[in-house]
C-alpha cells in the first residue's frame, strides 16, 4: 500500500482536515491516477453527516473523480500512462455474475458492488488501510481498470466528474426506458445537478424536452439547456394543459414528494422513473397505469459501459454540467451550503492541484 | 336496427329476464353474427349489480362472445358467412388515432374505446334503442369487422369466449413486457380465471412459470396447467426463498392487497404488473426500485390483432380455459356464487342455443 494525502472528516459535526490514507499497489489489471478534480455531490454530504446511518470515519467523501493515469498493470488496455480518466460512483464489483456480464456492475448480483466511498471493500480488487473504501477528495487513487473511464482529451476535466454520477444517472434511464434513439417527449422533474444533465443528454440523444419544476425562475436556463417546454409544477392550469403530453419522465426530486402527481402527464405506455433517494413510500393508482398501460420505475446511476458512452457524448456534444471550482479550504461552506436547500444547478467541483490545505 | 332477444336485468337487484333489444343492421363494414356461448366474467357481476356505479339498465352484460357468421358487409374481408367468430371487451374505437393505428383500440384516444356493453356508444359504428351497447347474453349481434375475432375451426365454440378477456388480459402484458420470445421466469399471482390463462400461456410461449398463490390445494392444478414451480403466498419462508427469481410477475389479484409484498420476487430489471380491478391506493418503496431498476406497471385487456394472436395460440397450443357451461335459467345462482368468493379456476360460458327461458 501506499500513503495519499486526502481531505476527510472524523465525525458527523467535524469539519473536513487533511488526512493520510492507504491506497493498494497498482496491480496488473489496475490503473493509477492522479486525481485533478472531484466532482462534490450532495449524497457526500449525507454520508459525511450520516444521515443514512452506517457512515464510517474517518470519511473521505468523493465519487466523481478525474484525472490524470501515472500507471498502468501489464494486463491494463484501456489506457496508457498520461491518459484523461475517471471514477465514478463503483470501484468494485465480483466481475462474475450477469449483472457484470451485462455491464451492470451497479447491479452486482455476485455481493454487489462497492461504492467508491464509505463502503467496505469485499471483491479483493481494492485495499485500504481501513477494510473501507475512500473517495476521491484525495491526490491519487488506483482502481481495476473496469470501474476506469476514459476521458477524451477535448473535454474539459473539471467537468468530467459530474458525468459519471448526475451524468449516468439520467443517461442510463434514458436509454433503457426507450429515450435512446430520440423522437421521444421527455420530462425532467426536479431541475438541480441531476435534472441540468437531464436536460441536456434528451435533447442530445433527439428528444423533445420538458422541464418541470417548481421554480420559475429556472425557465430561461432550462431552455438554455435545450428544454423545448417548462412546466411550473405547481401551477394547476400548467400541469392540465400537459396532461398525457409525455413518453417519459424522468423524477430526479429527492426531497418527499407524491410521484402520483407526475402520473397524468404520461401518455399511454410512458414511464415515471423515479431517481430521488426518497425514503417514505410512495402511492399510486393501479387503475390509472392499467388504463394507460403505464410503469412508474426506478433506475440507479448505471453500468461501466454506459458510463463510457455517456462521457463520449457529452464530449461529441459538448455537455458540460455548470460548475463552480473551489478548493478544500471552502469544503465545509459548501457543505453548508448544500446543507440547506440547494436550489441552483450548478454543481461544486473540487480542484485538487490548487488545494493546498483546509 | 333489428330485434333480437337477449338476457338482462332492469336493476341491481333484479333477477335476469328476458328481453328484446335492438341492434343496428349489417352495414358494408359489419359482420353479424350468432352467438352461440357467452362467457361469464366477474366483471359482468360488478356492472350488474352497479358495483362501480354508473350502471345503464335494462343490461345486457357479456363480453366473451362467440358465434357463427350469418351476413357480412360488403367491405368484409376478414370472415365469410358460417365461419367461427368473437367479440371481446371492445365494439367501437375512433379508428383514427395512434393508438388505433398501433393495433391498440383499447387505449383509443379520439374519444376512447366503447365497451362491449354498458357503455355509451360513441364512434357511430353501432346503434341500439337505447344509445349504450348491450352485450352477449344475446341471440345475435352485429358489430365493424375491425372487432371481430376469427376463431379457428379447430377450437371448440365454447372455451373462445374467455380468451378475449381472461386471455388477452394476460397475453397481452406477456408480450408487452417482455415474455413474448419466452426464456422469462414469469409469476402469475392469483390462480382464479385470469390466473390460469396466465399459466397456460405464459408456458406456451416459452417461459418458466411459477404460479403464486393464497390457497394450497390449487398447487396441483397449477403444475397440470404448465406451472413448473408453486409459491404460497402466506408461507414466509417459501416466499423468502424465492427471491429475486422472476423477470416478471403478473398479479391478477383483484381484491384489496399490497404489491409490496410481491416485489422482492423480482429480480433486477423486472416488472410487476398489476392486471385486478383494485381500487385502494397502492405503495410502494421507490429505492427499493432504484437499486434493482425494477418496474410497477399495469395493464388492461389489449388490441385486437394481439387478441387475435392469442386465439390463434390458444388453437395451435390447445389452450383451453376450465369452463362450465349452464343456460340462461341459471344465470341467477351462478351470479351468487360469482358474489361470493371466486376461488375456482373455472369460468362459467353461457350456452345460448340450449337457453330458452331464465
Redesign the interface.
Known sequence: MYSVEAFGSSSADAPFEKITIQRNECGVDDVEFDILYCGICHTDVHFKKNDLGGTKYPIVPGHELAGVVTKVGENVDKCVIGDHVGVGCIVESCLNCD?CADG?EH?C?GGGMTMTYNDDLKHGQLSTNTGYAFGGYSRRTTVNQRFIIRIPHTYPLKYAGPIFCAGITMFSPLK?FGAGSGGKRVGIAGIGGLGQMGIQLAAALGNEVTAISTNPTKEAKCKELGAKHFILSTDKTAMESAA?SLDLILNTISANHS?KEYLPLLT??A?LV??????E????????????????????IGGMPETQECIDLCAEKNIRPDVEVICADQLDSVYEILNNKNDTVKRYVLDLTNSKDV
Do not use: P
Open positions: 449483472a451492470d447491479q448480483e433503457y398525457r410521484c399511454r405506455n414511464t423515479q431517481l430521488g433517494l426518497v425514503l413510500d410512495q402511492t399510486f393508482a393501479q387503475l390509472g397505469l392499467m388504463f394507460n398501460r403505464q410503469s412508474i420505475a426506478g433506475s440507479l
